[in-house]
């Protein structure tokens, strides 16, 4: 198997887990057909588009390859006709959410590397690839972003981004330590849900930190 197929397999499937997350996050807010397919169309490609807007990779892929669309579409669909049975496992939709962090995170920080953007910038854009389905996700389904709230989402993301770049710098890039910077995301990810692990918040003005 050729990097370039490795690479597009580890897409599609961070596109199918996404667009799982974003279709079961948008049955739940009642949305009809046609919205359930289009939250999950932009939780699955919504990073990778920014991705591929940020580093001059024009039109983004998912535009000019059919199967990203259609892989989004299916996966989709697919939750809205089983949504009664996915729903009854809630903890899949955080575990398939987690996924695709670590995937996109992974394969956009390496699609920086691979065009030539420096360390730091192929960093926030493995981030911003990890994060910009979700973020989609939550703003369409009226929901404060995940991002945005006490969870450790983009930190796990930007740490498992600048493992795969000092992974690359070292010589290392290849498929098994990639798997490994994925799976400390995902573990990164689900450890946080569990312990409840939070980035600082301001305190209230009562001097008290929100709970």
């Not at 006490?150 to 290392?172: K, N, Q, S």
């Not at 400390?184 to 692990?197: E, G, P, Q």
């Amino acid at each position: 198997m050729t990097a370039s197929t490795a690479l597009l397999l580890a897409d599609l499937l961070g596109v199918t887990v996404f667009a799982a997350s974003g279709a079961s996050a948008a049955v739940a807010k009642r949305l009809d057909l046609f919205g359930v397919t289009l939250v999950g169309f932009v939780a699955a490609l919504g990073g990778g588009i920014l991705r591929d807007l940020v580093i001059g990779e024009t039109p983004p892929l998912a535009f000019a390859d059919w199967r990203y669309a259609a892989t989004a579409a299916v996966s989709s669909v697919a939750v809205f006709w089983l949504h009664p049975q996915f729903n009854r496992l809630r903890a899949a939709v955080l575990v398939l959410d987690a996924a695709g962090l670590a995937l996109f995170t992974v394969t956009g920080t390496l699609a920086a590397l691979t065009v030539g953007v420096p360390a730091v910038g192929a960093c926030l854009v493995g981030m911003i690839t990890g994060i910009g389905g979700g973020l989609g996700r939550d703003l369409l389904t009226g929901e404060i972003p995940v991002v945005l709230r006490r969870e450790i989402y983009a930190v796990a993301a930007l740490a498992g981004a600048v493992v795969v770049v000092l992974l690359d710098r070292t010589g290392l890039a290849g498929p098994g330590p990639l798997v490994t910077a994925a799976v400390m995301i995902f573990v990164v990810r689900l450890v946080a849900l569990r312990r409840r692990w939070s980035a600082p918040v301001a305190a209230d003005r009562s001097g008290r930190s929100p709970r």
